[in-house]
T-cell receptor, first 115, second 115 residues
Framework: AQSVAQPEDQVNVAEGNPLTVKCTYSVSGNPYLFWYVQYPNRGLQFLLKYITGDNLVKGSYGFEAEFNKSQTSFHLKKPSALVSDSALYFCAVSPQAGGYNKLIFGAGTRLAVHP | DAGVIQSPRHEVTEMGQEVTLRCKPISGHDYLFWYRQTMMRGLELLIYFNNNVPIDDSGMPEDRFSAKMPNASFSTLKIQPSEPRDSAVYFC?????????????FGPGTRLTVL
């Protein structure tokens, strides 16, 4: 079965410190990978995606993600966290054989950045 | 562009009543998705449309749920009759293309409470 795992329900980090939000996937073939962010009472916003090429992908608001095919992971990172980064983060995969951009979402990880 | 527009933002109804949720996708986007978000099940794809035609409704939970897209700028998700277990946040999303690499743009959601 195709799935996405976000092993941490919550990640706590101090402002200014680097942050990592983990994601692993189980999909046959070579999937496309996405990160979305959800602020309170808002819809999901696209952050970045991996299609092919360089394993390090840069996205919005200073976020980046590293694709690791051997570990089937796509961890989200930021060198220096801001309090305003506090939100719910979703990893998603779109299987290439899906026929359309059918997204399979992880359960989400709540990021809390403390001043 | 105003983004994906959903109405109402909040809906409180009693069990057995009919509920209609509305969505206006981003102009020019040919693909429209309806999702449901709950604490227990996370984000689930209910149905998606391509050029106003329903393509995959395998995620629709049961016959009480129906969705239509009468034109390129409007879609509805109807629940009749509603039940307390339908309480959730319902998101509409649209994308420019249906390719697996395409990002989706989400509306702010409708928070449905069925008493």
């Amino acid at each position: 079965a195709q799935s996405v795992a976000q092993p941490e329900d919550q990640v706590n980090v101090a402002e200014g410190n680097p942050l990592t939000v983990k994601c692993t996937y189980s999909v046959s073939g070579n999937p496309y990978l996405f990160w979305y962010v959800q602020y309170p009472n808002r819809g999901l916003q696209f952050l970045l995606k991996y299609i092919t090429g360089d394993n390090l992908v840069k996205g919005s608001y200073g976020f980046e993600a590293e694709f690791n095919k051997s570990q089937t992971s796509f961890h989200l990172k930021k060198p220096s966290a801001l309090v305003s980064d506090s939100a719910l983060y979703f990893c998603a995969v779109s299987p290439q054989a899906g026929g359309y951009n059918k997204l399979i979402f992880g359960a989400g990880t709540r990021l809390a950045v403390h001043p | 562009d105003a983004g994906v527009i959903q109405s109402p933002r909040h809906e409180v109804t009693e069990m057995g009543q009919e509920v209609t949720l509305r969505c206006k996708p981003i102009s020019g986007h040919d693909y429209l998705f309806w999702y449901r978000q709950t604490m227990m099940r996370g984000l689930e794809l209910l149905i998606y449309f391509n050029n106003n035609v329903p393509i995959d409704d395998s995620g629709m939970p049961e016959d009480r749920f129906s969705a239509k897209m009468p034109n390129a700028s409007f879609s509805t998700l109807k629940i009749q009759p509603s039940e307390p277990r339908d309480s959730a946040v319902y998101f509409c999303a649209s994308s420019l293309t249906g390719g697996e690499e395409s990002e989706q743009f989400f509306g702010p959601g409708t928070r449905l409470t069925v008493l």
